[in-house]
């Protein structure tokens, strides 16, 4: 027997399994791009729908519910909006909210996503959180229901700036007339004397003052002055 003969003939079919097993994985790994592809193509529409009935229209509201008092800046790219507050004297921070929509690398999952911010940051505030589904089974009225309560939350935190006592340290004044706290940015009264704002807890404090400043700016008033 020719051992050379049959040696070539063992290495040549293991050479030929090799090719074959080499094919079916070139054709496994076509096959899977080309249902990737297919699904992103379905992600894409969805999250475009989702961006058209969902998301942008919450978001949008929200802008607009907040632009007599705080109004923000609007951005938006094809499958994310955000907004992004300003720092005034009655919300003493910068905020953004975005809300968005991505998957994951295949394709086969859709994930919506919150993220939040305060800066600085001195209450409790979960500012990032994401929902997944399955991209064949997307609840169109539970992503609806999902983003609503991130954005009531969002809300809830950036108003609580607004009396939050670390935030509004700066805004706290006291009533020269009766020595209570008053908050600047909606003190019911307010007066400039000498080149400063005075600012008083009602009206009649404020027309006591006006009446005779130095009385109570020398420090002669022993006890609060009687409302």
Known sequence: MDTTSELEKRIQ???????ERRLLRQNHTQRQMIEIDERIKRYSLVADR??????????ERLKQCFEA??????????HACKLLFKHTSEFPAT??????????????????QYDASILPL??????????????????????AA??????????DAYMSLETAE???????????????SVNKTDAPAKMDYQRRTYYFCIDDCRKKF???????LTGSRTAPEPK
Do not use: H
């Open 210 to 216: 006006a009446e005779n400043p130095s009385r109570y």
């Open 146 to 155: 999902w983003i609503e309560e991130k954005v009531l939350q969002f809300v």
């Open 69 to 78: 008092i705080n109004a923000p800046q609007w951005e938006t790219t094809r």
């Open 13 to 19: 079919e293991k050479l030929a399994l090799r090719e």
């Open 50 to 59: 989702l961006m058209e009935t969902i998301i942008r229209p919450q978001i």
């Open 166 to 180: 670390q935030y509004q340290a700066e805004n706290i004044a006291t009533d020269p007339v009766c020595g209570m």
């Open 122 to 143: 001195f209450i409790r505030f979960d500012g990032k959180d994401q929902l997944s589904m399955p991209l064949e089974w997307v609840d169109e009225a539970k992503i």
């Open 95 to 112: 905020a953004a909210l975005e809300v968005g929509v991505s998957r994951d690398g295949e394709g086969k999952t859709i994930l919506v």
